[in-house]
């Protein structure tokens, strides 16, 4: 059963932007905060960030603070992570997740309730 659904992903070259987007299938996620999670080949899954529902504070991993900016639109029931400056690694699969709290778990895989099936980035030139 898929609950959230991913897109935005594709192809660009270092130093290039995506933006991703993650909607829900059924429910509002007023009350969920999200999670952006990616993972490499050969490599374990990583947490990059999250946006709490009651405040719409975030949090970012290190390694892509002050290039990439989670944001929610509750109008339109989405999240979307903006990606600048790219990396050839950040080639990865990426996932969002939501959990059902006030505010995110940060890099707590274990407390998001839902996952969606992921939408490949790839950095390369």
């Known amino acids: 059963q898929v609950q959230l659904v991913e897109s935005g992903g594709g192809l660009v070259q270092p130093g290039g932007s995506l933006r991703l987007s993650c909607a829900p299938s059924?429910?509002?996620?007023?009350?969920?905060?999200i999670g952006w999670f990616r993972q490499a080949p050969g490599k374990e899954r990583e947490w990059v960030t999250c946006?709490?529902?009651?405040?719409?504070?975030?949090l970012y991993a290190d390694s892509v603070k002050g290039r990439f900016t989670i944001s929610r639109d509750n109008a339109k029931n989405t999240v979307s992570l903006q990606m600048n400056s790219l990396k050839p690694e950040d080639t990865a699969v990426y996932y969002c997740?939501?959990?059902?709290?006030?505010?995110?778990?940060?890099?707590?895989?274990?407390?998001?309730?839902?996952w969606g099936q992921g939408t490949q980035v790839t950095v390369s030139s």
């Open positions: 997740a939501a959990e059902r709290s006030a505010y995110c778990s940060g890099n707590d895989f274990w407390a998001y309730d839902y």
């Open positions: 059924g429910f509002s996620l007023d009350y969920y905060s």
């Open positions: 946006i709490s529902s009651s405040d719409g504070s975030t």
